[in-house]
């Protein structure tokens, strides 16, 4: 077992194009987050998933922002019509709801500009 | 909502002295989770420590040791004989028992070990 993996580590992308992340938590782990972080800011929660189920999302996801994990297992993070805000670092995290005292564990995040 | 303040933007240490990062929280709950992550410049975020709020027992991990005081909701981080490779970003971060079990994270203190 890697760890959580992301997929892309940086993508450089036009405004107003999409643009889509992939994260592959660690093996077996039901609980997939997504955040985000901008330069000199902590991680800021995006959303989350149990197994396949997304079941909270922040007021930060707007509309342009959807997330999805079918199976329960890999999870993608698609941005439309990207802004230059959205210029950031998208994180992605795991953890086991009962097991291994319910540590989260981060990916390497996948970076993105916005030009 | 919790809340996670790090007062302290940067700090600095000479290599094998002792540092001492801070942390303040705000929570209406009585059991919850804190951590301390590290996020060096690879950017990969990395758990250097947890605390139960049920435990009063302060959590240490080698050169890593916490000091919790629950009544006063702060939550500190020292790092004793530091090592240039603890040059990084410092996160403290809260986590409810229940629910999505986001983390909730302070704007961080960016360590830096002179030799």
């Known amino acids: 077992d890697t760890g959580v993996s992301q997929d892309p580590r940086h993508k450089i992308t036009k405004r107003g194009q999409n643009v889509t992340f992939r994260c592959d938590p660690i093996?077996?782990?039901?609980?997939l987050y997504w955040y985000r972080q901008t330069l000199g800011q902590g991680p800021e929660f995006l959303t989350y998933?149990?197994?396949?189920?997304?079941?909270?999302k922040s007021r930060l996801l707007s509309d342009r922002f959807s997330a999805e994990r079918p199976k329960g297992s890999f999870s993608t993070l698609e941005i439309q019509r990207t802004e230059q805000g959205d210029s950031a670092m998208y994180l992605c995290?795991?953890?086991?709801?009962?097991?291994?005292?319910?540590?989260?564990?981060f990916g390497e995040g996948s970076w993105l500009t916005v030009v | 909502a919790q809340t996670v303040t790090q007062s302290q933007p940067e700090m600095s240490v000479q290599e094998a002295e002792t540092v001492t990062l801070s942390c303040t929280y705000d929570?209406?709950?009585?059991?919850?989770?804190l951590f301390w992550y590290k996020q060096p410049p690879s950017r990969q975020m990395i758990l250097v420590i947890r605390?139960?709020?049920?435990?009063?027992q302060n959590a240490t991990e080698n050169r890593f040791s916490v000091n919790f005081q629950k009544a006063a909701k702060s939550f500190s981080l020292k790092i004793s004989d530091s090592q240039l490779g603890d040059a990084a970003m410092y996160f403290c971060a809260y986590t409810e028992i229940q629910g999505a079990q986001k983390l909730v994270f302070g704007q961080g203190t960016r360590l830096t070990i002179n030799p």
């Open positions: 605390q139960e709020a049920y435990k009063q």
């Open positions: 995290a795991s953890s086991h709801r009962d097991r291994g005292r319910n540590t989260i564990y």
């Open positions: 093996s077996e782990h039901n609980r």
């Open positions: 998933f149990q197994n396949e189920a997304q079941l909270e």
């Open positions: 929570t209406s709950e009585s059991d919850y989770y």
